[in-house]
């Protein structure tokens, strides 16, 4: 799957989500609708990719720069109970 299918099913993602929960008010990152890669049905969080969400930042700093941004300013932020989940799922 190329890059730009990838960034496609995720946008497809997020709004399959909003759609299949009209009720629920979900808190969405600024930015990181392409790293949307779930939602946990117990808390109605949505779950964003790690990974992801640095690739999205490296468009515009380098790879350090855009770690130490993340840890700092994004999963470092607690904006109440609707705070996304991050999964950490580059371990390779």
Not at 44 to 70: G, P
Request: proline share 2%; glycine share 4%.
């Amino acid at each position: 799957m190329n890059k730009e299918n990838l960034i496609f099913n995720l946008v497809v993602m997020l709004n399959s989500i909003i759609e299949n929960y009209p009720e629920e008010s979900f808190l969405i990152a600024d930015g990181f609708d392409n790293a949307v890669i779930g939602v946990d049905q117990q808390s109605m969080r949505l779950i964003y990719s790690v990974s992801k969400c640095i690739d999205i930042l490296t468009e515009d700093m380098s790879q350090e720069d855009a770690i130490e941004h993340f840890e700092f300013n994004v999963s470092g932020s607690y904006v109440g109970e609707q705070t996304p989940i991050w999964c950490y799922d580059d371990f390779l």
